[in-house]
């Protein structure tokens, strides 16, 4: 998985409440990616990152914010949880543009 | 609004088969078609990629044909086996970045 970690592996959290989702990666990968995947979806966007405190928004990014403060960091935060973000993310990392991008294992989050 | 369209949804074929799965893109601008692998519990993993100035890449058992006039590309699975079943993804890029992923295709290969 080139060093891509991602934690919590499942959470289940209440509607309305903050949750926060964490990427960590060894590569020094320039580049970050939090995609959400969902049945009869395939993989969508949230957000991306071009470097330190260096993001840019993507398909999906309503109700997210993200941070990177480290380059091996790359936060996702949903600020108050909604039943349509129960769904599976994943982390990317990128050496650089228009080569290998290295997904973590996922995240299954669940909103009641 | 999916800029990629995979099909079929799911696939069945038996062991020994070619399996193809096939997309359609809308944006010429598209410049990096991979095709990725995931297993269950699993994160995606680059199977192959290729790139509009080719029309085939063969890695292995695995190739992908690219039509840039029809703006379509399939992956084709040669001497399929049970462990090739998997959810396999189209994708698309425009300047390296922002991959635009296909709906999936599930692949179940029969021993």
Not at chain 2, 7 to 28: D, F, M
Request: one cysteine or more.
């Amino acid at each position: 998985d080139a060093g891509i970690t991602q934690s919590p592996r499942h959470k289940v959290t209440e509607t309305g409440t903050p949750v926060t989702l964490r990427c960590h990666q060894t590569e020094n990968h320039r580049y970050m990616y939090w995609y959400r995947q969902d049945p009869g979806h395939g993989l969508r966007l949230i957000h991306y990152s071009y470097g330190v405190k260096d993001t840019d928004k993507g398909e999906v990014s309503d109700g997210y914010s993200v941070s990177r403060s480290k380059t091996e960091d790359f936060l996702l935060t949903l600020e108050s949880a909604t039943s349509s973000q129960t769904s599976v993310y994943f982390c990317a990392t990128e050496m650089a543009l228009n080569t290998e991008a290295f997904f973590g294992q996922g995240t299954r989050l669940t909103v009641v | 609004q999916q800029q990629v369209k995979q099909s079929p949804q799911s696939l069945i074929v038996q062991k020994g088969g070619i399996p193809i799965i096939n997309c359609a893109y809308e944006n010429t601008a598209f410049d990096y078609f991979p095709w990725y692998q995931q297993f269950p519990g699993k994160g995606p993993a680059l199977l192959i990629a290729i790139r509009p100035d080719v029309s085939e890449k063969k890695e292995g058992r695995f190739t992908i044909s690219f039509n840039k006039s029809a703006k379509q590309f399939s992956l084709h699975i040669m001497d399929s086996q049970p462990g090739d079943s998997a959810t396999y993804f189209c994708a698309a890029t425009q300047g390296g970045n922002k991959l635009v992923f296909g709906a999936g295709t599930i692949l179940r290969v029969k021993s």
